[in-house]
């Protein structure tokens, strides 16, 4: 086939300037990982997420568009072990694009470096019913994580476009410098509440409470993606009241019902916290994510006296 060439001035009509010509597509899963690609990408990049950060990631409803975005990424960026396994796998295979099939170039696992918890031991499949089956995938919800993704992020937009490699390599540095200003700013706001029993209601904040000193002292759901039960509900009740756990931390996708009846029992308050950017409208980037979770986990431990 003969080759097609677009005059230079034509093609940057037709894509909206030389930035804009230049700049590699990026699609991510989550707006987490869309914020952190923003950060480091800087101009050089053009990113969107399949998923919306008020979405349950584990159970996204799959959009015809998906997979054409999915067709057109020069890059993908995943949460990986196993949060996406229940709906990406099928748009990646109709995509028809084989840079981005996993394990290819253009698929970036952004929890290869990131700290993982809960890693089971024993054997523990899907078939049980436990959608956290590979360690826990809410990983990002510790500021350290996001430090590790964007660096993941930063080499391979930098494998990518090596003569970009030194304006990713200055963005990275920037945000990493940010981020432990704001560490510091988190940390000394949870300072005094350090062993604050809490309970969650899925298994999506072992990062953050590890990174902040809170104590999760049971759940909501008896397994991670299992509904709650009379039985196991009737259990936390009696050990919240044993324990004294005031605070109820829970996501905006889950009904209120179950989580407002053991409030009600235990005299605890409920807080729907932002578990990803997006999740909540005030929170429109990485930093927003801890400053509203910090902010809100505060105030409800200072109003209930939890201790
Ligand atoms: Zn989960």
Do not use: C
């Amino acid at each position: 086939m003969k080759k097609l060439i677009i005059p230079v001035a034509f093609a940057i009509t037709l894509f909206g300037g030389a930035n804009a010509f230049a700049a590699i597509k990026v699609v991510t899963t989550t707006q987490d990982l869309e914020s952190l690609t923003r950060e480091v990408g800087g101009d050089k990049v053009t990113v969107e997420s399949l998923a919306k950060g008020y979405q349950d990631p584990h159970f996204v409803e799959a959009k015809p568009s998906f997979i054409l975005k999915l067709h057109g990424a020069e890059l993908l960026v995943v949460v990986g072990r196993e949060l996406e396994i229940g709906w990406l796998p099928p748009l990646i295979n109709q995509a028809r694009n084989p840079r981005i099939q996993p394990n290819a170039d253009r698929y970036l696992d952004a929890s290869s470096a990131a700290r993982i918890l809960e890693i089971p031991t024993g054997q523990i499949t899907r078939a049980m019913g436990d959608v956290h089956p590979s360690g826990n995938p809410h990983y990002w919800l510790s500021p350290d994580n996001g430090r590790r993704i964007a660096q993941e992020i930063q080499k391979k937009l930098a494998e990518i476009s090596p003569s970009d490699a030194a304006y990713f390599g200055q963005r990275y540095a920037d945000f990493d410098r940010r981020l432990a200003e704001a560490e510091k700013r988190w940390q000394a706001t949870m300072a005094p509440y350090k062993g604050v029993k809490v309970v969650t209601y899925h298994r999506s904040w072992p990062n953050f409470t590890d990174a902040f000193g809170l104590n999760v002292v049971g759940y909501v759901e008896p397994k991670p993606g299992i509904p709650p039960s009379p039985s196991h509900t009737l259990e936390l009740i009696q050990e919240m009241k044993r324990q004294q756990v005031k605070v109820i931390m829970i996501e905006p996708y889950f009904d209120r019902k179950t989580p407002d009846s053991i409030a009600r029992e235990t005299g605890a308050q409920v807080i729907v916290l932002a578990p990803s950017v997006g999740g909540v409208k005030e929170v429109t980037d990485y930093f927003k994510l801890f400053d509203y979770n910090v902010g809100l986990a505060v105030s409800a431990i200072k109003q209930t006296g939890a201790k």
